[in-house]
């Protein structure tokens, strides 16, 4: 497996020449995102403190690609330019970190690891199979590695696309937009992107809120939608209505959980995946070290908490369509042991008009690794 790389850059310009600097870091930030292949990260910024002073932070899914990126127009064109404006022409970038990161979990066999530049961030997938197009969403506290075993199933039939939320999995981290109305407007500028006019929807936990959200917005891009282990109707559409499991209440306090949590990731997450799991070591610990490996890292657990601290954007957005009801069909699954028949319970209080509903026994919250095959079926029975 390729690893990815992570830079750390400084700039300095010469005095008096630091807007002319930030015109060209501008400049290049936008054509690197346009036009350079394989960046999962390029932000560039300036210090407050400091106005002779521009910082960047790059990931680069590969050696070759950052290579290929040193070597474009664009980027030459803004070393030439910078070396007039920067205190040493000699070293117009001087790196202050350069490391090789965790590379990503393998592909499942005829997948791909890609990425694309959508509203400003950078969204990683995994992209395999032919034919129509079905878009697949994680929850928390997964990533699209939670799909691997139902995405080869349903590659027999689909183009099959499992993303990484804004924020997650392997997903840049952009420092805003961590809601649910704003990873539905990702979803569908990716769509847009990957020159789909209407996909099959599946999103599990706040995949499958994040997928109606989409769904209710975007109705005819959905030809059907399928919600696991979600209630994206409530209690997210209520102001205050429902009852907040513990961990939801404590994720939306600013700051605190980040503070309990850093350094601890590995064994926090691991509650969850004993807790809410009915089947005896599932997640796998392959699995439950490729998901700590991705929110370990800076800001992802931010971007995670976040979702629940943002849950009055998702009632705003989705009580715009609350006098009329969904008409996608819509597939509601829930494991017996957490959500199971409410899933659909949820959907059918006046949210969706078609709603088919499947409850798999002894089953816990996840799904799609819990009961691959009976997800895998379950969706290409449906999406038909």
């Known amino acids: 497996m390729t690893e990815q790389v992570e830079l750390f ?24 995102h ?5 960046p999962v990260r390029f932000d560039l910024g300036e210090d407050p403190a400091d106005a002779r002073k521009f910082s960047g932070h790059e990931i680069w899914a590969s050696q070759a690609d950052l290579d290929r990126h040193a070597e474009l127009v664009h980027t030459r064109r803004f070393l030439e330019r910078a070396r007039q404006l920067v205190e040493d022409p000699e070293q117009v970038l001087r790196v202050t970190r350069w490391a090789p990161m965790e590379p990503p ?23 395999g199979g032919s034919n129509d197009p079905v878009v697949l969403l994680h929850g928390f506290p997964d990533t699209w590695y939670a799909w691997r075993e139902v995405m080869t199933r349903l590659a027999l039939d689909y183009t099959v696309i499992a993303v990484d939320l804004r924020g997650l999995g392997d997903s840049a981290r952009p420092g ?8 539905a407007a ?6 847009n992107q990957l020159g789909f006019d209407s996909v099959f929807l599946a999103g599990q936990d706040w995949g499958g809120s994040i997928a109606f959200a989409y769904a209710a917005e975007h109705p005819t891009a959905v030809r059907k939608l399928a919600v696991l282990e979600a209630m994206p109707a409530g209690p997210w559409t209520e102001s ?4 907040a499991a513990w961990f939801a209440d404590f994720h939306a306090i600013p700051d605190l959980p980040e503070l309990l949590v850093e350094g601890r990731e590995s064994e926090y997450l691991g ?14 610990p392959a699995a439950t070290d490729e998901y700590v490996r991705t929110y370990r890292q800076s800001g992802a657990m931010t971007a995670a908490f976040e979702l629940y601290r943002q849950k009055e954007r998702e009632i705003a957005h989705n009580s715009r369509f609350a006098s009329t009801p969904l008409d996608v069909p819509v597939l509601a699954i829930g494991g017996d042991q957490v959500f199971g028949s409410a899933v659909a319970e949820n959907l059918t209080s006046g949210a969706a008009s078609a709603v088919e509903s499947l409850v798999l026994e002894d089953c816990g919250h996840f799904l799609t690794e819990e009961r691959p095959d009976e997800i895998a079926a379950a969706l290409r029975q449906f999406f038909r």
Request: proline residues 5%; negative net charge; charged residues 25%.
């Open 9 to 32: 850059v400084e700039i300095l310009a010469k005095k008096g020449r630091e807007a002319e600097l930030r015109e060209a870091v501008l400049e290049l930030a936008g054509e690197t």
């Open 34 to 38: 346009a036009e350079s292949p394989g």
């Open 105 to 127: 979990a393998a592909a499942p066999a005829g997948f791909r690891h890609q990425y694309a530049h959508v509203r400003g961030t950078q969204l990683h997938y995994v992209r």
């Open 176 to 183: 805003e937009g961590y809601d649910v109305p704003s990873s």
């Open 186 to 191: 990702d979803i569908a500028e990716l769509v």
């Open 240 to 243: 205050g209505g429902g009852r």
């Open 271 to 284: 509650w969850f995946y004993e807790a809410f799991s009915a089947t005896a070591g599932v997640p796998t």
